[in-house]
């Protein structure tokens, strides 16, 4: 079992930044990627960003240019910039290898 705690969700102004961090706990070992979804009311959940235990990344079109991903060891943060209050959604952190996990997810509101 795979243990993941997110943290640095909160209220922002649009054009501003918020950095999400995400600590995997457990067996950790056999984890191959880390990431973050998102999921705005009423929609389904989508993937903002993950980043490979090799570094490789890869974003949605939507952050590209705005959001930077980041791993260290057991640990995935995500550095959002330039937010829209299309950003604004529950924010979950996932871990996957070889099972898919999650976690309980950090609200993430941006608006004026």
């Known amino acids: 079992q795979v243990r993941l705690v997110e943290s640095g969700g909160g209220l922002v102004q649009p054009g501003g930044s918020l950095r999400l961090s995400c600590a995997a706990s457990?067996?950790?070992?056999?984890?191959?990627?880390m990431g973050w979804y998102r999921q705005a009311p009423g929609k389904e959940r989508d993937l903002v960003a993950v980043?490979?235990?090799?570094?490789v990344t890869n974003y949605a079109d939507s952050v590209k240019g705005r959001f930077t991903i980041s791993r260290d060891k057991n640990t995935v943060a995500l550095q959002m910039s330039s937010l829209k209050p299309e950003d604004t959604a529950v924010y979950y952190c996932?871990?996957?290898?070889?099972?898919?996990?999650w976690g309980k997810g950090t609200l993430v509101t941006v608006s004026s």
């Open positions: 457990g067996f950790i070992s056999n984890i191959k990627t």
């Open positions: 996932n871990a996957y290898g070889p099972a898919n996990y």
């Open positions: 980043i490979t235990s090799g570094g």
